[in-house]
């Protein structure tokens, strides 16, 4: 998103200078995900730029052989896991307060490693962080996520029973905790090895968002309860409740925890300061290149 403001892309309307580095970032890395596995004696040893989950290695080998979006994301074992939700919580942030073209975006760039599930779940979490980006209540946040969540899914049919459980226990003076249990049993899965589908992930989140008010700091707690789905669904949860609440919600101790990344996902990232790349990022967007 920080290379969108490059002179390169300087003659693009500002949605095409951010679509045009999506995809200029997805092909780099393939290019070097293909030269990596070029210089090792066989794939399964080839030392890669990147930890990352299997939609996004399968989407980056798919556009190394020289496929393209949607068949990098159809194309692909994990097409329905929650890679892309995560990255749509931050594109979402090119469009405060329009919901519809944060999903367009989103989108744009879960084609490249997801399908089906995957694709709505990324819409969803765009739509709900640039609605309350834009000044929404939690009510009207979570309803502009469920808007891009088709009733006829797995995804659609969970975050609606989801969030409606949110609602039903509403007054529990438990608050969002009283929510574990139920979403435990009721929306994640207890037989697939990996928990991070978006048709679980994302209703979690959207559920704890409802049930906390929008609180970041009940809301992340009662979603790491939530072990199976533990890997992903504290993040979207946060992101939307952060979003809701801004900076100023989030306890100072866990911000001090996490704001230095370690370079787990990207190596090279390692020591970046995540506030301070946070304040260049928005620094970025109200001041873009051409306006």
């Known amino acids: 998103m920080l290379t969108a403001a490059e002179p390169l892309l300087a003659h693009l309307t500002p949605a095409r200078r951010v679509r045009a580095a999506v995809d200029r970032a997805w092909n780099l890395l ?10 090792a004696p066989e794939v399964e040893s080839a030392v890669l730029p990147l930890r990352a989950r299997i939609s996004v290695r399968a989407g980056l080998g798919n ?13 692909n074992p ?10 749509a919580a931050v594109l979402a942030v090119v469009h405060p307060g329009a919901p519809r073209e ?7 760039d879960a084609r490249y490693t997801q399908d089906g599930d995957g694709v709505h ?15 929404a209540g939690v009510e009207d946040t979570v309803a502009a996520a469920l808007d891009e969540l088709p009733p006829d899914t797995e995804i659609g049919r969970n975050a609606q029973h989801a969030v409606k459980l949110a609602h039903d226990f509403a007054g529990d003076t438990a608050g969002a905790f009283a929510l574990v249990p139920l979403l435990e049993h009721q929306i994640v899965d207890h037989v697939y090895s990996y928990g991070i589908a978006a048709a ?13 008010r929008g609180t970041v700091a ?17 993040a979207l949860a946060g992101a939307l409740t952060g979003a809701l609440g801004g900076g100023a919600a989030i306890p100072a101790p866990w911000l001090d925890a996490c704001r230095t990344l370690s370079g787990c996902a ?19 967007l109200r001041h873009p290149p051409g306006g």
């Open 63 to 75: 556009l190394a052989t020289g496929l393209r979006p949607p068949a990098t994301g159809h194309d």
């Open 78 to 87: 994990h097409y329905f896991d929650d890679a892309a939700c995560v990255r």
């Open 218 to 234: 009940e809301a992340v707690p009662a979603a790491a309860c939530l072990s199976r789905v533990a890997d992903s669904a504290p």
């Open 266 to 284: 990207l190596p090279r990232l390692a020591g970046t300061d995540l506030v301070e790349l946070a304040g260049l990022l928005a620094d970025t």
């Open 102 to 108: 944060a999903a367009e975006l989103a989108e744009f």
């Open 200 to 212: 679980e992930t994302v209703p979690v989140a959207l559920a704890l968002a409802t049930a906390s």
């Open 30 to 39: 393939a290019a070097e995900v293909a030269a990596a596995a070029e210089r």
């Open 121 to 135: 779940g990324a819409r969803a979490v765009a739509a709900a962080v640039a609605a309350a980006l834009g000044g």
